[in-house]
């Protein structure tokens, strides 16, 4: 499995910004496609974007298209999360997750039973 440590999150007021990060402990990394996941308090975890392997697929949400935009750089094993326009319901704890069964494909996937890697999370609390 791929060690993830999540950064970047943090208080915002509704219309803010934040940056998130998640850093990759191997180079492997640059082989999997990787999604960025949120749980708010008494809710599932939730599928936010995804990215593949070399940036040439990504979804979103459609709570946050249009808001978020994820990228990754290989040569850093890091994978981001631009959000703006933040509102109070994308308070949450975010997670970054690795599917290292699909190596070097371009299938994404949003659904949480797919990734096998997981960071411990960032919390992202959005004031009004």
């Known amino acids: 499995q791929v060690q993830l440590v999540e950064s970047g999150g943090g208080l915002v007021q509704a219309g803010g910004s934040l940056r998130l990060s998640c850093a990759a402990s191997?180079?492997?990394?640059?082989?999997?496609?990787m999604g960025w996941f949120r749980q708010a308090p008494g809710k599932e975890r939730a599928f936010v974007a995804v990215?593949?392997?070399?940036?040439?697929?990504?979804d979103y949400a459609d709570s946050v298209k249009g808001r978020f935009t994820i990228s990754r750089d290989n040569a850093k094993n890091t994978v981001y999360l631009q959000m703006h326009y933040l509102e109070p319901e994308d308070t949450a704890v975010y997670y970054c997750?690795?599917?290292?069964?699909?190596?070097?494909?371009?299938?994404?996937?949003?659904?949480?039973?797919?990734?096998?890697?997981w960071g411990r999370g960032t919390q992202v609390t959005v004031s009004s």
């Open positions: 191997e180079r492997t990394f640059s082989k999997y496609a």
């Open positions: 990215i593949s392997w070399n940036g040439g697929a990504k």
């Open positions: 997750a690795a599917d290292t069964r699909g190596y070097y494909s371009s299938s994404i996937y949003t659904d949480t039973s797919r990734y096998d890697s």
